[in-house]
């Protein structure tokens, strides 16, 4: 059989695509049925990771009461005589006799039978040195449990821990946090055709994915490590296998950009064939991005790996790690699969037909509106450094002025929320 006829046989016998969101809901689940394993971390180290279990208190917080003032802390009808003072960091003696009172900073534990904290700049003395004022009709301390009481579940599992997450449960009393694993990730370039370094020419292209793609699935919450990026491979079946068996060895996901069509060198296909992967998805019905996949592999460990195949094109490369990559690793990492903002669209965007169009649009916040950019060709990048997401138009529509639209927001910093 020759290569143009075999080349044919294999796009006839390749499935029809998946719809876009059915792509997306079909790697999330098989992306949480294989979520990875809990470790405990301590405060510092997890940033950025997914918390396995639900951020409970381990203490009413706050735990006493405490002063939200500097000021005094009286027992009964003033003027009263000064008799001590406390501050953060101390259990104060208690105030057992009305018409006394202790100096008191911010933060400082309310000594037991105070009936009121005086503010200290509401307050005077008298002649012979005693406290006088009016205490505001509101204690003005922090009752315990005010903000959460002792086994109360503030966040659920499956929330991103971030800064502001680490702040609380270290309030809380944590020193350590349980955590999903964060995803090892490595990247495999294909293409013989592509230069590493300086401009391109005389047929050339430069690989734009090589050192974009680590970025982004850092992003993504993944660690990727300079030895886990390799390529160019060689275009021939044995060093795609080769390359794919030993990142493989290491990597929770594979990804790979280009050879994900059926051509004399795009070697993806068959050399998943040879080493026994399942496809979980086997290109989308989504441009640009076509085609793009997802496989599954069992490790004689018993662990799952994946697989996903990136286009060539950049910008479709793009596509892909927002359509079949994001929602495996928030099933890896057991967050649940992000709900997509909407957008009014300010500007109309064409259909494409069957397929998903995924729009580059940047998003203008204080009104809401999506705009949709030029320079949005497969194989470009402009238009993507100055996106926000894509704007999804659905199979059969076309994006009208004014119509509200899902936006799937490009990834932000590690552990940033989107929009």
């Not at 793009?318 to 994001?326: C, F, G, N, Q, Y």
């Amino acid at each position: 059989m020759s290569t143009e006829t075999a080349t044919a046989a294999a796009q006839v016998a390749a499935p029809p695509p998946a719809g876009w969101e059915e792509a997306r809901s079909r790697v999330y689940a098989v992306g949480r049925a294989a979520a990875l394993p809990a470790v405990q971390r301590s405060l510092a180290e997890t940033d950025g990771h997914t918390l396995a279990e639900p951020l409970t208190t381990r203490t009413d917080l706050p735990a006493f009461p405490t002063s939200s003032v500097d000021g005094w802390a009286v027992r009964g009808e003033g003027p009263w005589d000064v008799v001590g003072r406390v501050l953060a960091g101390n259990t104060p003696p208690a105030l057992t006799a009305d018409g006394t009172t202790v100096e008191i900073a911010t933060g400082a534990m309310v000594p037991e039978g105070a009936t009121a904290v005086l503010r200290i700049e509401e307050s005077t003395r008298t002649a012979d040195g005693r406290v006088d004022g009016r205490p505001r009709p509101s204690p003005d301390w922090r009752k315990p449990g005010e903000e959460a009481y002792a086994g109360e579940e503030l966040l659920p599992a499956g929330t991103p821990v971030d800064p502001a997450l680490i702040g609380l449960a270290a309030s809380c009393g944590h020193d350590q946090l349980r955590v999903r694993r964060q995803p090892r990730a490595a990247l495999l370039v294909f293409g013989d055709e592509l230069l590493t370094a300086g401009p391109p020419g005389a047929g050339r292209v430069r690989d734009a994915l090589g050192p974009a793609v680590p970025a982004w699935l850092r992003r993504y919450g993944c660690q990727v490590r300079s030895s886990d990026v390799v390529g160019p491979v060689a275009d021939t079946l044995s060093a795609h296998v080769a390359a794919l068996r030993s990142a493989l060895a290491n990597a929770d996901l594979v990804c790979t950009t280009g050879g994900t069509m059926h051509g004399p060198v795009d070697h993806l296909h068959p050399a998943l064939e040879a080493l026994g992967a399942d496809y979980v998805v086997n290109t989308v019905a989504v441009r640009p991005g076509f085609p793009m996949l997802l496989a599954r592999l069992v490790g004689a460990d018993g662990r799952v790996r994946f697989v996903a195949g990136l286009p060539g094109n950049p910008q479709s490369a793009i596509v892909a790690l927002v359509s079949l990559v994001a929602p495996l690793l928030a099933g890896l990492t057991g967050r649940p699969l992000p709900a997509l903002p909407h957008a009014t669209l300010a500007e109309p965007v064409p259909g494409r037909g069957d397929y998903t169009h995924l729009a580059l649009v940047r998003l203008d916040r204080a009104t809401g509106t999506a705009h949709p950019l030029r320079h949005v060709g497969s194989a470009m990048l402009r238009g993507v450094a100055g996106a926000d997401g894509f704007a999804v138009i659905r199979p059969g529509t076309t994006g009208e002025v004014g119509a509200r639209v899902p936006v799937v927001p490009l990834p932000l910093l590690s552990g940033e929320r989107s929009w």
